[in-house]
């Protein structure tokens, strides 16, 4: 098991432990997105110039509910 396998299941499993460089490490890695822009805390991921997701990057652990957003996002594209 590789250690992208070991955070998307560590996402899957506890989402309060994510951190936001983790979070786009899952992004970009497994699903394909790639880093758009940033505006204060607000940064844009973009796949295929039509799929956008919005993360806030704060200190420490990523949001909980971004965390499952990204899960649910790549399990839709039968990426996990």
Do not use: D
Request: glycine residues 8%.
């Amino acid at each position: 098991m590789t250690q992208l396998e070991k955070l998307v299941e560590k996402a899957g499993r506890s989402p309060r432990s994510i951190r936001f460089s983790e979070l786009a490490r899952i992004l970009t890695w497994v699903g394909g997105y790639h880093f758009h822009n940033q505006r204060g805390s607000y940064c844009t991921y973009v796949k295929n110039g039509q799929h956008l997701i919005t993360l806030t990057k704060v200190p420490g652990r990523a949001k909980v509910e971004e965390v499952k957003k990204v899960m649910s996002r790549l399990e839709e594209e039968w990426l996990i």
